[in-house]
């Protein structure tokens, strides 16, 4: 598929070669989730917590695309996971941290893997406007630092105005005890038949939702499981974030309540985007 950007010609499938990232899955709270999705096609997913709470769930990320099919860029940003609207909104039970990565294991047509990002911010124009004008996804320019370390990785993000938005560091890796410790969750959360079949998928797709305050379109995702990929939960003794309440992303995240509880590292990230679809 080829797309006319500009008058110059930008062809489909994008495909990312090599990039590092880094997902903090967190919980977010429910009704300021649902203010960011209001006019939208999408509605957040319910997290049920234990003590019978409701709470949204989505992701903060951080990517260095280093080798794609047009240029090298890096990016943040701030999803939701959501269904559509059309369809009963789905919950799930928050068992432990790894309940987060329900798009990863559950194969359940009602959740689905869509994730809907109010905001993006990247360090090139391309990406940036490719990604707003045809897809509906609401990108900006603005300064990303990324550094993936053999001990502990950190991420700043600031907006095109120079304010910063949020910073954050985390180590890079766990030992064996805690691969272990992560692994008997993951069971408690899914159950073995789940968790053992996650295991053995070579890639798993998501749809990455644009906003129809811009242009509703759908991208599909084919994106390749790495099995280097570190997970385990955020620790408030290792794990480090600062928002600035001054930025204006900075307020979202606040008034989300962003709680990261789960970070996943992702070396060697590999995924084809597709051209853009109606929502339908």
């Given at each position: 598929m080829t797309i006319d950007h500009k008058g110059e010609p930008f062809q489909l499938p994008f495909i990312v070669h090599k990039a590092t990232s880094v997902n903090l899955y967190s919980l977010f709270d429910y009704e300021a989730a649902c203010r960011l999705c209001e006019q939208e096609n999408y509605q957040p997913i319910i997290i049920k917590t234990p003590e019978g709470g409701k709470m949204a769930a989505g992701v903060v990320a951080s990517i260095d695309y280093k080798e794609t099919s047009a240029i090298p860029y890096r990016e943040w940003s701030l999803g939701i996971f959501v269904s559509p609207r059309d369809r009963e909104t789905p919950a799930v039970d928050f068992v432990n941290e790894t309940s987060l990565f329900f798009q990863s294991i559950l194969d359940d047509e009602l959740i689905g893997n869509i994730v809907f990002c109010p905001k993006l911010v990247l360090d090139q124009d391309l990406p940036t406007e490719i990604g707003f004008e045809h897809y509906g996804?609401?990108?900006e320019l603005g300064t990303v630092e990324y550094n993936y370390a053999r001990q502990i990785s950190d991420f700043s993000v600031t907006a095109k105005?120079?304010?910063?938005?949020?910073?954050?560091?985390?180590?890079?890796?766990?030992?064996?005890?805690?691969?272990?410790?992560?692994?008997?969750?993951?069971?408690?959360?899914?159950?073995?038949r789940l968790v053992l079949r996650s295991m053995g998928k070579k890639e798993f797709l998501v749809t990455l939702a644009g906003s129809t305050k811009i242009l509703a379109k759908n991208a599909f995702m084919e994106i390749k499981n790495d099995p280097k990929t570190e997970m385990f939960p955020w620790n408030s003794q290792e794990c480090k974030m600062e928002i600035n309440p001054d930025s204006k992303w900075g307020k979202v995240l606040l008034?989300?309540?962003?709680?990261?509880?789960?970070?996943?590292?992702?070396p060697k990230l590999q995924f084809k985007l597709s051209g853009p679809f109606d929502q339908k």
């Open positions: 996804l609401p990108k105005d120079g304010a910063w938005i949020m910073r954050a560091s985390f180590p890079t890796r766990r030992g064996v005890a805690a691969k272990f410790r992560l692994m008997v969750d993951l069971f408690k959360a899914y159950g073995a008034e989300l309540k962003a709680q990261p509880r789960l970070v996943c590292h992702v």
